[in-house]
């Protein structure tokens, strides 16, 4: 049955001014206001099943009601009473039921918030109330001392201002204070409700830009007054989450109030109530603020640096909150009022990576920011960066939040955007037709309607996710563009209004052409209401471009366009380049797995699995200029498209040798060794994963077995191609080609002679590439990697327990060392075939190892 929420609301109302005693009746939006009885009556209307906006503006009333779906409850101071409409099934049935609550003889039960938190979920509300986790995060980091005081200055249904009294523990100081301001009469009273045995709890029902304040025009000065008796004008602590609301639901005076305190145009809610609260805060008083995070965009953060020291900027996973705010894209952050220099580094800017909240998420913003980098595999499954406040413009803590580990790239200063190229590669956009459907033919219409080909363009529009070039065979629509035709008129004789083309086509025999354009339902060019409507809206910076990609995607994708004449669609990016080589290499480094993640940071989300690259965002991507070569795409080309992780590791080590100076060769490293790799994709499934461990704990021989059948020869190519594209193979490339020839020549016997001896190779390439030393102590030979503490002997035991964990680590023991040893001592080796399998297979997972361990020694060694 449809909830007396969802009825004709209007309807509701004209009915209940026709009520007898009600003497006016005002309708607002999403509520009612009247006089009864000479009482003032208001009714607020939440739908949950249209989406109901959790906002009401204050004012002085004798009654306040909220319809919720199935229940009508009443204020009254901390008191909430229900009235049941379960068994209303009309608007009719409705205003009557009012009448009876008007009159005070319907029956009413006062609720606690055990009840009323229960109808708030049932009702899908719970969008109002800051979850408990989260709560506990920003009152647990900002509530420091049992004497501290507490505001919270958009207290909603009282969560985090709950959590903040805990915090307190106001049975062993009763002296502290925690107020909670907030404009909507109901949360007031929902969080009354809650908190009324907390003696402390001091809840004002008021617009917290007309509270305890006095300021001057721009709200940048501010005299703080006691306008509420004893509550103090300044805080240890401050918190909220201010409401997310629409401008246009709020009055003109409101967007004025706001306007003053906004730091940027005023069009940020969020920001405004922010930038109050921390005039509120005491010098060294702590604040923690849950906010959406587009409000960091426009000047948020610029403006609590002057006075403030930001302690944390959290993107909280989606999961975070509830199913009725699915998508909702929340960053806690954290401050203290004191100053600091806006180039130190001490702002720890992270995302947690899971879906979920992890259990210790409040240590992120409690332990030490040097502690919890120290640790790459932190305990939160969180990205964090130590940033500057310098560095935290909007359009860069968009791109911190979204992936903290480009932090590095983006602040490095020696990388040219894609934008900053010259003429050598230009971006543009695509073609606009004013919707138009006159321009638009499919192949077919195009061949049946007799109009001459010198009219037509192929148009670039749909980009498949099967192919990487745009070749005719992928073009199926075309556009009419009579603009090439125009211009190769003489100026003076060049046609401009519909009729005089029309005329101009008719003189020189395009007859089909002029039968279609007079038989077509045309638009007036928006744009330019001068211009003919038989032109092109818009036809884009540029045309014929020699590369394109979506401007929406789940997966970025470069492509190469090798149709001539091309035009492209508005969600369709083009670039321009002014060689073939860079329209090669270019194509290569954009679809490389580093750039693929870049695009999608430097874009915008659109929901949870699909990003928006506009063109601003697509010219401030970083380039590596050195890797626009044909020698680079060349390598590339080895690694692309990636089957597995091993592939990714590849392409993204061509890409740091590729990089110029150290300081960029360090900035791509430190994003790269913020990536775990999941080292065995290349070879194993998850799925197989799993059964290989329970072939391992079962039966060994059958374990082996699986390895084996699971061996493919194409495997050795990838190798070889590993080998002679990566410079960190170099100094061995030549003896490992061999090695492998032996392998395809099935001269196993003298592959496994040659490579038992390279596993030691790699690891000693791999310590004297990461500036370590192998030393020869008591005549044992001991790999020294840099830091301190970190020398172990030299041999495959110890290899292998560095690099491999779990059950691979069991194996390759069992496997590989122990079966090293026999060949070592000349024992005849029976099954050489399977063993060389076996051998291959983990000298090339250590060989990616140790490329993944180099990315992470060398970040390792400027972090110390």
Request: net charge negative; charged share 25%; glycine share 6%.
């Amino acid at each position: 049955m449809t909830p007396p929420s969802s009825f004709d609301i209007g309807f509701v109302v004209d009915r209940l001014g026709d009520l007898p005693e009600v003497e006016t009746v005002e309708f607002q939006h999403e509520s009612v206001q009247l006089r009864y009885q000479n009482k003032l009556i208001r009714i607020r209307f939440v739908d949950t099943h249209r989406g109901g906006r959790w906002w009401m503006n204050g004012g002085d009333v004798d009654r306040l009601f909220v319809l919720l779906d199935d229940n009508v409850l009443e204020v009254d101071e901390a008191t909430i009473y229900s009235y049941e409409l379960q068994s209303v099934d009309s608007e009719e049935v409705l205003v009557e039921r009012f009448a009876n609550i008007f009159t005070e003889t319907a029956e009413r039960q006062p609720l606690s918030w055990n009840e009323l938190a229960d109808v708030l979920a049932a009702s899908d509300l719970s969008v109002i109330d800051t979850p408990r986790q989260v709560a506990e995060i920003i009152a647990g980091w900002a509530v420091t001392d049992s004497s501290d005081s507490v505001l919270d200055i958009a207290t909603g249904t009282g969560t985090v201002l709950s959590e903040a009294a805990d915090q307190l523990n106001l049975t062993i100081d009763a002296s502290s204070r925690c107020v909670g301001i907030d404009a909507d009469p109901f949360a007031c009273a929902l969080a009354r409700n809650r908190l009324q045995d907390i003696e402390a709890a001091n809840l004002i029902n008021t617009n917290f830009f007309e509270w305890n304040l006095e300021h001057d025009i721009d709200g940048e000065q501010a005299t703080l007054t006691d306008t509420e008796g004893e509550v103090p004008t300044k805080f240890d602590a401050v918190v909220g989450a201010p409401p997310a609301v629409r401008l246009e639901h709020l009055t003109s005076e409101q967007r004025d109030q706001l306007q003053n305190w906004s730091p940027s145009d005023g069009r940020q809610i969020g920001g405004a109530y922010v930038a109050k609260a921390v005039t509120h805060l005491k010098d060294g008083g702590r604040a923690a603020f849950i906010l959406p995070q587009y409000v960091l965009r426009d000047g948020l953060i610029d403006h609590l640096t002057q006075t403030c020291a930001l302690h944390r900027i959290v993107a909280l996973p989606l999961g975070a909150f509830t199913e009725t705010r699915k998508g909702f894209e929340a960053v806690v952050v954290s401050l203290v009022k004191e100053d600091r220099s806006p180039e130190v580094r001490e702002t720890g800017v992270a995302k947690f990576n899971g879906m979920e909240l992890p259990d210790n998420a409040r240590g992120l913003f409690e332990q030490p920011l040097d502690g919890i980098l120290a640790n790459r595999y932190n305990t939160f499954n969180a990205e964090i960066v130590k940033a500057a406040h310098n560095d935290l413009d909007g359009e860069n803590l968009m791109r911190l939040l979204s992936s903290p580990s480009i932090y590095d790239v983006l602040t490095a200063g020696c990388f040219t955007r894609l934008g900053d190229l010259g003429s050598d590669i230009e971006v543009g956009s695509g073609v606009t037709s004013g919707n138009n459907e006159l321009f638009y033919f499919d192949p077919e219409e195009r061949d049946v309607s007799g109009i001459d080909d010198r009219f037509f363009r192929p148009l670039i529009e749909n980009l498949s996710d099967d192919t990487q070039s745009i070749t005719a065979d992928e073009i199926d629509q075309y556009v009419l563009d009579l603009q090439p035709y125009l211009d190769e008129l003489p100026g003076n004789a060049t046609p401009e209004t519909d009729r005089e083309i029309i005329e101009h086509l008719d003189q020189n025999g395009y007859d089909n052409l002029v039968e279609y354009l007079q038989s077509a339902e045309t638009r007036p060019n928006r744009t330019n209401r001068s211009k003919s409507s038989f032109t092109l809206q818009r036809r884009g910076k540029f045309q014929n471009p020699d590369l394109v990609l979506p401007e929406f995607f789940d997966e970025p994708q470069c492509y190469t366009v090798e149709v001539d004449d091309a035009m492209f669609e508005s969600t369709v990016i083009g670039i321009r380049t002014a060689t073939q080589e860079l329209k090669v290499s270019l194509q290569r480094l954009l679809n490389t797995p580093l750039y693929s993640e870049f695009l999608s940071t430097f874009g915008s989300p659109v929901d949870v699995n699909w990003y928006r690259i506009n063109l601003r965002e697509l010219r401030d991507v970083p380039v590596i200029e050195e890797a626009l070569t044909a020698e680079v795409a060349e390598k590339l080309d080895a690694f692309l498209p990636p089957s597995d992780n091993n592939d990714v590791i590849g392409a993204n080590q061509v890409l740091i040798e590729a990089c110029p100076t150290d300081e960029a060769e360090q900035a791509f490293q430190q994003y790269m060794a913020s990536r775990d790799d999941y080292a065995w994709s290349w070879f194993l499934t998850l799925s197989e994963i799993e059964r290989f461990q329970e072939l391992v704990d079962k039966d060994r021989k059958k374990a082996q077995e699986f390895i084996i059948e699971r061996f493919d020869r194409e495997l050795l190519d990838k190798a070889r191609q590993t080998f002679n594209q990566l410079e960190f193979f170099e100094h061995r490339r030549d003896l490992l080609n061999d090695l492998l020839m032996e392998f395809e020549s099935n001269h196993y016997r003298s592959f496994l002679a040659g490579i038992t001896l390279q596993f030691e190779g790699i690891l000693t390439d791999l310590v004297l590439k990461s500036g370590g030393d192998i030393v020869n102590q008591n005549g044992e030979t001991k790999f020294k990697l840099p830091g301190e503490n970190r020398s172990q002997q030299k041999n495959l035991n110890n290899l292998i327990s560095t690099f491999f964990d779990g059950i691979f680590s069991t194996f390759m023991h069992e496997n590989i060392r122990q079966r090293r040893n026999a060949i070592a001592h000349g024992d005849v080796i029976e099954d050489d075939q399977d063993l060389a399998v076996h051998f291959f297979i983990a000298f090339y997972a250590l060989c990616y190892a140790s490329l993944a361990e180099y990315t992470r020694q060398t970040t390792t060694d400027r972090m110390t």
